[in-house]
């Protein structure tokens, strides 16, 4: 009726104006539904919950937080080894996976753990090797850093630097230039002057060590590979590999850990500090696969000797530690070698994204001139 009356009085045009409006609130529900379908698949599937990890923690970002929980991590583990005395390596790594596995399934459970990519699209051992490498790597380097003194320990963190670069051209084929190399060779020897201070010989400590060095490369590889290749996310390959690496350091506890785990004084002060490093412990795993996911196994690793020049120069200037002349300039020489590296990968970066920027208009205007060739035969 009210159709009809503004019909006779504005003759088409009221219906014209009804169906207009009619076909503006349809298109503004299909663009409705598409920015709802957009938001499901960003985060209901492992491509778009890859993309927004890419978006949101790029590489500076993720760098950045790895760094942060990595200085508290070692404040944290200096007093439950120190003042605490919890003597236990692997037993403490143990701790810290299955913290990290049972925030992980408070995640899923409610339900904002990013999706894991399809079973076929990795295969499970590589999974299941990424978690094995993984229970070494930690517990092994935990064992190293009790029974080695620093400077031998500092060592073995020098040699996952090669390994690294000669494991990925075995299994990837991937070569460096030889600039990079370069400066790899400056952060390695500045790393080495600054941090080699006592080689205190322990055969133990050296086999642990040395055992230590090829789960600790092989690890940061896997880790990079599967995020970058497989649209993994650092969260969703946590929640897959956490409970292999944790059985396989239950069988690594009765090898390398001292006994006398059930007569530790589990009182509230001791339990607290060891909670507390078990919850860095996981933001460490994460954080360093975020790291290991926007950047690639050598950059993580640069990342960790950056690290420990920054803790060397940091005591000197706000603790007035005095570790030597010879140090100072060794971990500047190290700082100057990772600069240089750095400005290179930002370099290659910056060049491969103009190549593509490049190359985009190219296939533009060849789909332009085709559609030109098209009309005018159609003419």
Known sequence: MILGMLDSLLGGKARKFIKR???????????????????YNDIRTSEGARRQQQQ??????????????AVGIILANKLVMGRVGFNFPIFLTLIHYTTAWILLAIFKALAILPVSPPSKATPSSSLFSLG??????????????KHNSVGFYQMAKIAVTPTIVFAEFILFKKTIPFKKVLSLVVVSAGVAIATVTDLEFNLFGAIIAIAWIIPSGVNKILWSNLQQSDNWTA???????TPITI???VALMPWLDPPGILSFKWDIHNSTVILISALLGFLLQWSGAL???ATSATSHVVLGQFKTCVLLLGSYFIFNSDPGFVSICGAV?????????????LKEKHESSSKQTSSKPTSDQESANLDVKNNSNIV
Do not use: I
């Open 291 to 293: 790291a290991l996911g």
């Open 235 to 241: 969260l969703a390959l946590m929640w897959k590999t």
């Open 132 to 145: 094995a490498v993984m229970a070494f790597a930690s517990g092994l380097a935990n064992t190293s850093l």
């Open 21 to 39: 409006k009619d076909s503006d609130a349809g298109e503004a529900g299909r663009a409705l539904e598409e920015l709802r379908s957009s938001l």
């Open 333 to 345: 020489a190290a700082l100057c070698g990772m600069t240089v590296y750095t400005s290179l990968n």
């Open 56 to 69: 949101f923690c790029g590489p500076v970002v993720a760098m950045t937080f790895n760094f942060m929980v």
């Open 247 to 249: 059985f396989f350091l």
